[in-house]
């Protein structure tokens, strides 16, 4: 995780030249401007992000140089907020979100610099590797996503969330109960959406609308080409959008039985005779 920030970090603010440290590792007389990157608690209390980790970053200014350090905060939240980076090796995944300043500027006497901390929350995306069961609500609700809204971003494993392009993650939370029939079955379902945009009057915009028109169409069209009834439905923008999800849906939807294979005749006699 460490390894993949650090190289994001690197890759996007050419000021640094490379210089990004752990805690305790830069020299008193390192060139500046760099960054001092720290890790904080691990918390696994959320409902679907896995383990998220708070990560802060403390660019180095030399003191004569104070309003850089502003510039160098700009650039490391653009670099990391809302982002998704990938190990194309390991295939780790992790998302990051800002959370806000640590400190205001302060003066550090041993390396003669000024520098102010911000903090980032890093989610460890372990849910990439889910494998739906067809014909599955999510997947369903991914494909009306793309179709009424061709902008909003709906594949995780490319997420790059902006205000203009928000990305919209549905996941199934809960199977509430199941309805055997002589055709197969009736499933009625909990499903969270996860609307993610970096400004909140933005965020706020783009959930009332994918809420207004799924409100209007009533249902979704499955793979299969089944509907699914969409029963009930809420949407709470204070929500998080990273831990809990803004958008709940009850839904209902039918799965049909898998006909039994008939038992191969072993001897066809047309004769009619024993």
């Not at 305790?24 to 060139?31: I, P």
């Not at 205001?104 to 390396?111: I, P, R, T, V, W």
């Not at 009625?188 to 400004?199: C, E, N, Q, Y």
């Not at 809420?211 to 949407?235: E, K, P, Y």
Request: charged share 20%; glycine share 6%; aromatic share 8%.
């Amino acid at each position: 995780m460490r390894g993949l920030i650090r190289q994001q970090l690197i890759d996007h603010i050419a000021d640094i030249a490379g210089r990004v440290f752990e805690t305790d590792t830069a020299a008193a007389d390192e060139e500046k401007p760099y960054l001092v990157m720290t890790k904080g608690s691990e918390s696994d209390e959320n409902d679907w992000a896995g383990i998220s980790t708070l990560i802060e970053v403390w660019p180095y200014v030399a003191h004569t140089q104070f309003k850089h350090v502003d510039a160098l905060v700009a650039a490391a939240i653009d670099a990391l907020d809302h982002r998704l980076l990938q190990d194309s090796v390991t295939g780790e995944a992790i998302l990051c979100r800002f959370t806000g300043s640590t400190s205001a500027d302060m003066l550090d006497e041993k390396f003669d610099a000024i520098t102010r901390g911000v903090q980032f929350e890093v989610f460890s995306l372990g849910w990439l590797l889910y494998e739906s069961v067809e014909p599955d609500p999510a997947s369903a609700l991914s494909a009306w996503t793309a179709m009424r809204f061709p902008n909003m971003q709906t594949d995780p494993q490319s997420w790059n969330p902006s205000d203009e392009t928000p990305a919209l993650y549905w996941r199934i939370a809960a199977i509430r109960s199941v309805q055997t029939m002589s055709w197969g079955a009736w499933i009625d379902a909990t499903v969270r959406g996860h609307m993610l945009v970096p400004r909140v009057p933005s965020r706020n915009t783009w959930l009332e609308r994918t809420v207004r028109q799924l409100a209007l169409d009533g249902h979704v069209t499955m793979s299969d080409q089944s509907r699914m009834i969409i029963q009930r439905m809420s949407a709470d923008s204070t929500l998080d959008p990273f831990r809990t999800g803004q958008i709940t849906l009850d839904v209902r939807f039918g799965v049909l039985r898998t006909s039994a294979a008939a038992t191969p005749l072993n001897q066809i006699n047309l004769n009619g005779g024993a």
